[in-house]
């Protein structure tokens, strides 16, 4: 069975890299349709499809391209969307990147109970049948064979307040909206000023992002203790949202990132075609 929304609605904020404030409207799509973008705001209003062959790049986010169109920051309203049983949706955007919101897919999953939508389980494809690794150096994103979904992360980074965290989920027994949705992307004080220059980041702030230095958050409280490893599992989600629907495996990541959630998704998809 698949799902869409049951009527439109319409989301506005800043996207994280670019800083512009665009306008998201997401509108019921028919079966068999999937997720997918349409840029509104171009003469051609390009649709990208919200697929693993839509790809782009993935620093420091997923971005969609087709043609000279992209779409940037995608992940956390895919999330939002597979998290929540939606399987077909269109999504109109007036600009190149989905706005942050409060950095979390809670925002958008407000959005969607309010227009009058009940969220129900997250879809779950075919098996896996033979394990797929993906590394790179001592971070790795696998998908092995398991008798149900599950979602394990973990992440270690030099500051102490996150250091070493570790989060595993079961769609079945925790829903979404409630252990996923209202994690926070997060970012360090002493990495701002050279992702600025980097052209990057230029909507971030301490309204839409956890944000830590050597001695603590800046901005506490957190919603989590592991908010942070939370995140990336919100983040995996949404990657992994590009194969359509999530397959039925273990996924295991540590330390991955964009690139390796998509590179991950590019390996079953060639094993599913």
């Known amino acids: 069975m698949t799902s869409t929304i049951e009527k439109e609605f319409t989301v506005s904020g800043i996207g994280l890299h670019y800083g512009v404030e665009t306008k998201v409207t997401i509108l019921p799509a028919k079966s068999g349709e999937g997720r997918y973008f349409v840029r509104v705001d171009l003469p051609e209003k390009q649709v990208i499809p919200a697929h693993i062959s839509s790809v782009k790049q993935t620093r420091l986010s997923t971005e969609l391209g087709v043609n000279n169109a992209t779409i940037r920051t995608v992940e956390h309203l895919l999330a939002a969307l597979t998290g929540c049983g939606i399987d077909n949706a269109c999504i109109e955007i007036d ?47 696998a998908a092995l064979p398991a008798p149900e979904i599950r979602l394990s992360y ?44 980097a052209g990057l980041i230029k909507g971030g702030s301490l309204d839409n992002a956890l944000v830590c230095d050597r001695q603590g958050w800046l901005n506490p409280p957190l919603r989590f ?49």
């Not at 958008?108 to 098996?127: C, E, H, I, N, R």
């Not at 989920?169 to 979404?176: A, N, V």
């Not at 273990?250 to 075609?273: G, M, N």
């Open 154 to 197: 973990g992440i270690d980074f030099p500051y102490e307040a996150i250091g070493n965290q570790w989060v595993s989920w079961s769609p079945k027994q925790d829903p979404f909206l409630d252990f996923i949705a209202p994690a926070r992307t997060f970012g360090f004080a002493d990495q701002i000023e050279q992702l600025k220059q």
């Open 225 to 273: 203790d592991n908010e942070p490893v939370r995140h990336k599992l919100l983040d995996l989600v949404g990657d992994l949202s590009l194969l359509g629907t999530i397959p039925q495996a273990h996924f295991l990541a540590y330390k991955a990132s964009h690139k390796l959630h998509v590179q991950l998704a590019q390996e079953i998809a060639k094993l599913l075609k």
């Open 95 to 141: 600009g190149p990147e989905v706005p942050l919101l409060d950095g979390s897919a809670k925002n958008w999953v407000d959005a969607l109970t309010k227009s009058g939508f009940t969220p129900s389980q997250m879809a779950v494809g075919s098996p896996v049948t033979d394990p797929i690794w993906v590394r790179d150096g001592d971070m790795f994103v």
